[in-house]
Structures are given as structure tokens and as C-alpha cells.
T-cell receptor, first 110, second 116 residues
Framework: DAGITQSPRHKVTETGTPVTLRCHQT?????MYWYRQDPGHGLRLIHYSYGVKDTDKGEVSDGYSVSRSKTEDFLLTLESATSSQTSVYFCAIRGTDTQYFGPGTRLTVL | GENVEQHPSTLSVQEGDSAVIKCTYSDSASNYFPWYKQELGKRPQLIIDIRSNVGEKKDQRIAVTLNKTAKHFSLHITETQPEDSAVYFCAARMVSGGTSYGKLTFGQGTILTVHP
């Protein structure tokens, strides 16, 4: 499974609280991505990183921030969680061409 | 930006039949088209991919075809089996300003059900 882990795997939180999801890779890949998956929408890109401290926005970045201080870790932060951010979040890394996904984090915002 | 449309949204076939899923993309500069299979509660996993300089690729019962002129690509599964039941996603790699950073735009997904 391409050496990608995500933590936590499940989280329930309340509206207005900050939440940080972690993606960890052991493959030393340069590119990392955060997606959210919702029924009827497929996978939508939130943010991506092309190196340590190099990040940029995807198509659904409002309400999210990211940080990458080490090659192996890519953090996704919801500054103030809202119910619309209830979703399954997947991290991915890029090989030569292909993206490989982590196991996902199911986040519920009450 | 890139837009990828995937059809059908659901597909039901009998075991042994063929299944075809189609995707269209908007950006003629897109150059890489992977297909992912996602089983319930699992992560998406790559099953086959094709680059823009190739028209067709096969891997056992799975094949992908690409028509760059029409900007569409299709997944073909022959001799379907119940274990092929899953959600399938197509994707296209965006290219902007000469680079893509490997970003993918995904279709909305197709729920394939193979009945024994």
C-alpha cells in the first residue's frame, strides 16, 4: 500500500473546533495531495504539496490549510470545523505518474 | 480548469458479461488518464492507466481506450465476475503553464454491480 498512513482513521468533532489530519509516507516522494470524497462528487483536491514548505490550493480549499515541514508528513487543518466538512479524507502520494492513496480518515462534524 | 464527466453513474451486469464505462475531459493538454477501483470502505486503487501517446492498453480482462480527438477514454471489463463489483473512477492529469504538479481531476464515479 505504497507506505502511506493516515491518522486518525476516524474522528468525531463539534462545529467550531480545530481539527488536524496527518498523512505520513515512507517513500520519500516529493508530491503529496489531500482529497475529500463525498457521494456524487468523486474525489476533489483540497491542497497539494510539491516539496517541503511548497504547497498550493486545489479546487475546494476554502476552510482548509496545510503544512509540510518534512518530506514524510503532510498535515491538513480545518481551522474551525463545519458540518459541511463531514467527509472522508484521503491523502495521496505521486510516483512516476500514478497517485497512490492512503487508507482514509472518516471525519464527522456534529 | 479540467472537467471530467463519467457515465454511467450506475451499471448492473450479469456475471460473464462485459462492462464499459466512459469519461470525457475538457482540457486537450491532459496527458495521463488513470482508472481506480474502490471497494466499500477501502482506498481507491489503480487498476490501469494510459498516456496520451497511446491509443489502447490491456491488462488481462481490463482494457482502456483513448480518443484524443474526441477527448474521451473508456474502461472495458470483459468476463465480469462478482468481485469486480465496486466503484470505478476515471481521472485526467491537468497540465497548466507547462507543468501539472501531477494533479488529477476525477470523474464522479460509476457503481458497478455484477450479479452472479
Amino acid at each position: 500500500d505504497a507506505g502511506i498512513t493516515q491518522s486518525p482513521r476516524h474522528k468525531v468533532t463539534e462545529t467550531g473546533t480545530p481539527v488536524t489530519l496527518r498523512c505520513h509516507q515512507t517513500e520519500n516522494h516529493r508530491y503529496m495531495y489531500w482529497y475529500r470524497q463525498d457521494p456524487g462528487h468523486g474525489l476533489r483536491l483540497i491542497h497539494y504539496s510539491y516539496g517541503v514548505k511548497d504547497t498550493d490550493k486545489g479546487e475546494v480549499s476554502d476552510g482548509y490549510s496545510v503544512s509540510r515541514s518534512k518530506t514524510e508528513d503532510f498535515l491538513l487543518t480545518l481551522e474551525s470545523a463545519t458540518s459541511s466538512q463531514t467527509s472522508v479524507y484521503f491523502c495521496a502520494i505521486r510516483g512516476t505518474d500514478t497517485q497512490y492513496f492512503g487508507p482514509g480518515t472518516r471525519l464527522t462534524v456534529l | 480548469g479540467e472537467n471530467v464527466e463519467q457515465h454511467p453513474s450506475t451499471l448492473s451486469v450479469q456475471e460473464g458479461d462485459s462492462a464499459v464505462i466512459k469519461c470525457t475531459y475538457s482540457d486537450s493538454a491532459s496527458n495521463y488518464f488513470p482508472w481506480y477501483k474502490q471497494e466499500l470502505g477501502k482506498r481507491p486503487q489503480l487498476i490501469i492507466d494510459i498516456r496520451s501517446n497511446v491509443g489502447e492498453k490491456k491488462d488481462q480482462r481490463i482494457a482502456v481506450t483513448l480518443n484524443k480527438t474526441a477527448k474521451h477514454f473508456s474502461l472495458h471489463i470483459t468476463e465480469t465476475q462478482p468481485e469486480d463489483s465496486a466503484v470505478y473512477f476515471c481521472a485526467a492529469r491537468m497540465v497548466s503553464g507547462g507543468t501539472s504538479y501531477g494533479k488529477l481531476t476525477f470523474g464522479q464515479g460509476t457503481i458497478l454491480t455484477v450479479h452472479p
